[in-house]
């Protein structure tokens, strides 16, 4: 990333466009992505290079609790890693908050 992209990414709340307004998502990120384990956030960008993945969604610089267990629990040893975790599972499968509960540390 850019540090002028990086700026305007955090001024503005959003991702980066051109003079057309379309977004400058760096090589392959993403801005329409939704998640059903981010609970409804926001996902404003997303980009996968090899084993490394970046997420900035609606919120603070916090956990969330029932996409990382979820993803961790999918990944085996010595294997490609899953990025697509609700997709290739049933609901019931995956852990998730107690109603009331917040999923959310600091």
Known sequence: FSEEWLDQFYRTKTCPT????????????STNVT???YQGRAIHYRRIYNSA???????????????????????????????D???????TDLFHVQS???QGGK
Do not use: C
Not at 66 to 76: F, G, I, K, S
Not at 85 to 91: C, G
């Open 35 to 37: 998640d059903p384990l």
């Open 53 to 83: 993945r970046v997420t900035i969604f609606d919120g603070g610089h916090e956990v969330l609790h029932v996409a990382a267990l979820n993803w961790l629990n999918r990944q085996e040893q010595g294997q490609p890693t899953v990025w």
């Open 18 to 29: 051109d003079q057309a307004g379309t977004p400058l998502t760096l090589d392959g990120g």
């Open 100 to 102: 009331g509960q917040s």
């Open 85 to 91: 975790i609700a997709a290739d599972h049933e609901e």
